[in-house]
């Protein structure tokens, strides 16, 4: 069973809210501590003394047997403990080789992984795609990939502004607003996760 500790520096940390709500899609359970709390100067030093971090956020996982932590927005690393924290999940995408990537421009040849990345690509708003367009003409399989960095780029600082919006209506009542806007912040970040495993950004610990 996972123990993880999300050490925050309170609501204004927009990839504090992020990281948050990135567990939350992944139904992993955590603990937050904010570290600008007086009350929680102990947690301070841990994380900028024993850690050496910072960056916030910080997160921390025991597993009764180690710990690992890192620092910052890490997508890949919050994917690496869901798919630990749910050893039956369907794991097609994590260290592929180039084969699906070339496909996701490959027309009837396109694997379901890949059809499924292409159909959510074409899902992103305009203002995303317009910073990524696909790649025209002869395309091979190094400008599928610095494509699809690109995307991934472009749905992550997508993600960080649309929750920053998000929090922002919620400070001023609209609650519904608020929460779809989280939602659509969630399914940005999410695919952004799906794409760094696909072109192979390999998980690691920040030390």
Known sequence: ???????????????????????????????????????????????????????????????GTGQDHWSDLRPDQIE????ANDADRPNDL?????NSTN????GAEMNTTAQNLAAQYA??????????????GYVTPARVRAWLVDVRTACLSAAASTADVALTIAYRGDLEQAEQLRTEAAALLSFATQ?????????????
């Open 195 to 207: 794409l760094g495993d696909l072109i192979g950004y390999p998980p690691r610990i920040d030390r």
């Open 103 to 106: 496909r996701v421009i490959g």
């Open 1 to 63: 069973m996972l123990s993880v500790t999300v050490y925050t520096t309170g609501p204004g940390c927009g990839k504090c809210r992020m990281t948050k709500m990135m567990l939350d899609s992944k139904g992993i359970a955590y603990r937050e501590v904010d570290i600008t709390n007086p009350e929680n100067a102990n947690a301070r030093e841990y994380v900028t003394a024993d850690l050496g971090y910072t960056v916030a956020p910080v997160v921390v996982v025991e597993d």
């Open 123 to 136: 899902a992103l708003p305009e203002s995303v795609k317009s910073q990524c367009p696909r790649p025209t």
């Open 94 to 98: 994590t260290h592929n080789t180039g």
């Open 80 to 83: 690496r403990i869901a798919r």
